[in-house]
Every structure is written in C-alpha cells, then in structure tokens.
C-alpha cells in the first residue's frame, strides 16, 4: 500500500513548477534577446554592404573590433542617441511567441496551483468528515477508530481527541464501577446493622418479661457493635472524600506499635494473646501518629482473632534508604488462599470469619496506609501464622 504524499510537503510543487517557470522564462528572454540583437545588427551590415559594396571590409573588421569590446562599455553606449535615435525605435514588435510561451508556462503552473490547493482541500475535508463521523461512533456508544495513521496537520488534533475520549472512558467506567460499589456498600451496610439492630429489638421485647438482666448485655453489646460500624464507615467515607486530613511527623515504630497493643489490652487479655515487640535499633516513619495506632490496631486484633489461647502476635521492623517495614505475625492457622485477595475489601470478612468483625477493618487500615505513602499485603508464613507486611516508603 502506498502512503500518501504527506500535506506538509505539498507546498513543494507549486514552488517547484515556479521556479522552473522562471529559468524557462528567463532562459526564453535571453535566447531572444540574443537573437534579436544578432538579427538587427546583421540587418544593418548587410544594409549597408549592399548600398556600399566597397564597405564589406571594412563593415567585417568593425564588427571584429566590435565584438572584443567589453560588456560594460556595449551597455553605457548611447552613440545613435546624439543622432536623434531612440532605443523604442528599434525592435518595434515584440516576438509573439515569446508571449505564447509565457502565458503556456504561467497556465500550467496556476494549473498545478490550484490542483494542489484543491487536493489539499479535498484531503482535509476528508479528514475532518473522518474525525467527525469517529466522534459521531463515540456519541452513539460504539467504539470507534480513526484510520488515518500517517503525520499531518490533523495528527495532533486526532491524538488530542483520542486521549480525550479514553480518558472519557475511564471517568465512565469508573462512575459505574463507583455507583455499582456504592450499590454493594449499602447492601453490606443494610446486611450488618441488620444482626445487631434484629437483635436489640428481641432484647427490649424480652425486657418486659421477668429475669431480664441478661438482654440489657445484649443490647449494650449491640448497640456497641452499632457504634464501631459507625465511626469506621464515617472514617471510610472521609477517605473516599478526601476530607481525611493526616499530619505528617516523624513516629517512632516501637513507640507506635507500644501504643496500638496498649489499647488492645483488655481484649488480649480476655483472649490469652500477648503481643511481642523487639525494641530494636531505633526506626522512623513519616505519617500520622493517631491514624497510623488505629491501622495497626485493626491488624493486630485480626491477628488476635485468629490466634489460639495462649498465643503470641509477633511484631517486627526493619529500616532501609527506601522504606520502613513493619510485620506483624500470629501463630494461628494462617489465611485462605481464597481469601488473600480479598482480606482488603470493605465488609469481607472471609471463609471462615470469627469475632464480631464487620469486615471494615482490614479495609480502614490499608486506606490509611496507603494515604501515608506505604503498601500493606497479607500472606501465609512457611512455618504456619498469618503476616501483615506494611511498608512504609521515605519517598
């Protein structure tokens, strides 16, 4: 298949067909000019060799002196001119075929002109008429695809659209993938305050019955549940908003996971699980103090639902120039491999859930790191537990 001339180079022909109708004109002026200089100086000569036949050697040696006379000297001389003679006087009739071969040159290169010019207008037509009707395609939901592949003055513009209209896309399927998760959020949020809302009315009606200290527990104990749901999905829905605004200081790591187990003492107790943690060579991140407690607490409570009694939750960190890594490991049974990809999403809660979990943990702690420049995965140790791994990066 052959490419088209490309239009940007089009300008090339109709200065080409100029440039060689100006060394055809200027080439036929000067044959004529010669001609007819030769043509009346050979009139004169022989006008006067006729009426002066005892002229003829001398009329032959002038025109040999006349020959080896400089150019500069033939062009300044205005001899006749003393004698009355003026230069229109001679060569009154100008040749005609001279004219006729200019007004030839001059038609073929309009001719060339605008055929050049109409061709440029009739590729440019086609070419906007293609970008439309690919615009057209995008507007009626089909996915359409420019042909044109070659560099013109339409490049630009056509990659401009394409960039514009991938990028149309990606805003569209992420609105649908946003309305659809919003879709799944309310169902899992209708599903989850369903349990313990179900469960604090059974109590008030059992309440009225003798003997019901008991259903006091349990709606204490729901209404609590109700409460966490609560601030973590008021914390989600900040994040998503971008109104979650974290400080940035330097957290010292042992200090950090020291604080997160404290607030879990009281559940690590009822449970026989101890939490370890090396004080080792100091380490630093920079993040939010507050917010980066609350991650590790949720991953550690994971650990500790997890555990058998009498366990431990081993935490460890590690310092390097691009990141801090901080892991945090139990002795339990270890993840699903069906679950691992999933540990991260709001409101899973796994194969085999335990606790009173509502499956936004994990999801809180990953977005809360990830908003401090870090990356969380989860995976199964060789010799048997589950691992957080975070890392938090220095740039």
């Not at 440029?120 to 359409?144: D, M, P, V």
């Not at 449970?271 to 980066?292: F, M, N, Q």
Request: proline fraction near 4%.
């Amino acid at each position: 298949m052959n490419k088209p001339f490309p239009s940007k180079h089009l300008w090339i022909l109709p200065a080409a067909a100029l440039l060689i109708t100006a060394v055809i004109l200027t080439s036929a002026w000067a044959h004529t000019f010669r001609q007819t200089a030769f043509s009346h100086v050979s009139a004169f000569s022989e006008t006067l060799i006729h009426t002066h036949p005892e002229t003829e050697e001398l009329v032959l040696t002038t025109l040999k002196t006349y020959r080896e006379l400089p150019e500069k000297e033939l062009q300044k001389n205005t001899f006749l001119g003393t004698y009355g003679y003026r230069p229109d006087e001679f060569c009154q009739k100008p040749e005609k075929h001279l004219w006729i071969c200019t007004l030839i040159l001059f038609s073929a290169c309009g001719g060339i002109f605008f055929t050049v010019l109409w061709s440029e207008n009739r590729r440019n037509k086609a070419r906007i008429s293609e970008l439309t009707e690919y615009l057209e395609q995008i507007n009626r939901g089909h996915a359409g695809t420019a042909i044109q592949d070659t560099e013109d003055e339409f490049s630009m513009l056509q990659d401009e659209m394409y960039k514009t209209v991938t990028e149309l896309y990606q805003t569209r399927e992420q609105a649908v993938k946003v309305r659809k998760d919003f879709a799944d959020n309310l169902a899992n949020i209708a599903h989850q305050m369903k349990t313990p809302i179900t469960s604090a009315l059974l109590s008030c009606q059992l309440l009225k019955q003798p003997g019901s200290g008991l259903y006091k527990a349990q709606i204490e104990k729901s209404l609590q549940r109700l409460t966490v749901l609560e601030e973590s999905l008021l914390t989600l829905s900040r994040i998503d908003a971008g109104a979650l605004q974290l400080k940035h200081t330097e957290i010292d790591v042992y200090t950090v996971l020291t604080l997160a187990a404290d607030n879990l003492c009281d559940l690590l107790k009822d449970a026989d699980v101890h939490v370890e943690i090396p004080e080792k060579a100091p380490a630093s991140i920079c993040g939010d103090l507050e917010w980066t407690m609350e991650a590790l607490i949720n991953l550690m409570k994971n650990c500790m639902e997890h555990s058998p009694c009498g366990a431990t939750i081993r935490c460890d960190y590690t310092k390097n120039p691009l990141y801090t890594e901080i892991l945090i490991r139990d002795e339990g049974n270890g993840f699903d491999p069906d679950d691992i990809p999933h540990l991260f999403e709001r409101f899973y809660r796994g194969s085999h859930p335990s606790g009173n979990g509502v499956g936004i943990g994990l999801a809180l702690a990953k977005s809360i790191v990830e908003l401090q420049n870090g990356t969380i995965r989860a995976r199964n140790l060789p010799n048997g537990g589950a691992c957080f791994e975070i890392r938090i990066y220095s740039h």
